[in-house]
Antibody
Framework: EVQLVESGGGLVQPGGSLRLSCAAS????????MSWVRQAPGKGLEWVAN????????YYVDSVKGRFTISRDNAKNSVSLQMNNLRAEETALYYC???????????WGQGTLVTVSS | QSALTQPPSASGSPGQSVTISCTGT?????????VSWLQQHPGKAPKLLIY???ERPAGVPDRFSGAKSGNTASLTVSGLQAEDEADYYC???????????FGGGTKLTVL
C-alpha cells in the first residue's frame, strides 16, 4: 500500500523558516518524481515544487523561487521542503504527492499545516 | 503564472450529466496533452480522476470522462450521484518554467 506521511508543520513567524518532510512507503521511491502541493485555508490547490527521481531536476512555482528548496533522500525514501523567509500568505496545508504533476498525482499524503503568523 | 479558468460552481440533479470547463492558453492546455482533473471532498486529500486529458486511473468510475478542444479542457460527470458533490480542480503542464498550473476549482452541487 502506498503511503505518504508528512511532518514538520507548525507555527512560524513571518520571515522564519520551516522544514517539511514526507516519508514514503509501499512503492519504489527512487523511480518516481515527487511534489509538494499546498492549499491555503478555504482556497484552491497550488503546486509548489517537484523533484526528479534522482534529484537532478527541481522546479518551483515562481512565488517561492529563491526561498524554498526541495530535496530527496532515496536511501531513506523521503522528500523534504526547506522553506525560508516565510510569508503570512503561505499559511496552508502542505501536501506531499507522488509524481511530478504532468500526469496528475495519484497518491497524496494527509498534509501538514503550516501557519505563518506573528 | 496565470491559473486556469474554471467556473466557480456547477450543479445538477441525480442521474443528470454535468460538464466543467477548464480554459487555459496555447502555452499550457492547448500545447500539451497533460491535463488532469482532481476531486476533493471537504477535509480530504485530493483524488485523481483523470490524467493525460482523458485517461482514468484504476478504480475511477467511467462516469467521469475528460476531453480537450484547443485551449479548453472539460470534465463530464455522467449519472450524477450524491457522493459526486465535491470540489473539482483541473491542472495542466505549462512547460519547464511554470511546470504545473491549477484551475481555481469548481464546487459541484448535486441538487
Amino acid at each position: 500500500e502506498v503511503q505518504l506521511v508528512e511532518s514538520g508543520g507548525g507555527l512560524v513567524q513571518p520571515g522564519g523558516s520551516l522544514r517539511l518532510s514526507c516519508a514514503a512507503s509501499g512503492f519504489t521511491f527512487s523511480a518516481y518524481w515527487m511534489s509538494w502541493v499546498r492549499q491555503a485555508p478555504g482556497k484552491g490547490l497550488e503546486w509548489v515544487a517537484n523533484i526528479k527521481e534522482d534529484g537532478t531536476d527541481k522546479y518551483y512555482v515562481d512565488s517561492v523561487k529563491g526561498r524554498f528548496t526541495i530535496s530527496r533522500d532515496n536511501a531513506k525514501n523521503s522528500v523534504s521542503l526547506q522553506m525560508n523567509n516565510l510569508r503570512a500568505e503561505e499559511t496552508a496545508l502542505y501536501y506531499c504527492a507522488r509524481g511530478g504533476g504532468t500526469y496528475g498525482w495519484e497518491y497524496w499524503g494527509q498534509g501538514t499545516l503550516v501557519t505563518v503568523s506573528s | 503564472q496565470s491559473a486556469l479558468t474554471q467556473p466557480p460552481s456547477a450543479s445538477g440533479s441525480p442521474g443528470q450529466s454535468v460538464t466543467i470547463s477548464c480554459t487555459g492558453t496555447s502555452s499550457d492546455v492547448g500545447a500539451y496533452n497533460y491535463v488532469s482533473w482532481l476531486q476533493q471532498h471537504p477535509g480530504k486529500a485530493p483524488k485523481l480522476l483523470i490524467y493525460g486529458v482523458k485517461e482514468r486511473p484504476a478504480g475511477v468510475p467511467d462516469r467521469f470522462s475528460g476531453a480537450k478542444s484547443g485551449n479548453t479542457a472539460s470534465l463530464t460527470v455522467s449519472g450524477l450521484q450524491a457522493e459526486d458533490e465535491a470540489d473539482y480542480y483541473c491542472t495542466s503542464y505549462a512547460g519547464t518554467n511554470n511546470f504545473v498550473i491549477f484551475g481555481g476549482g469548481t464546487k459541484l452541487t448535486v441538487l
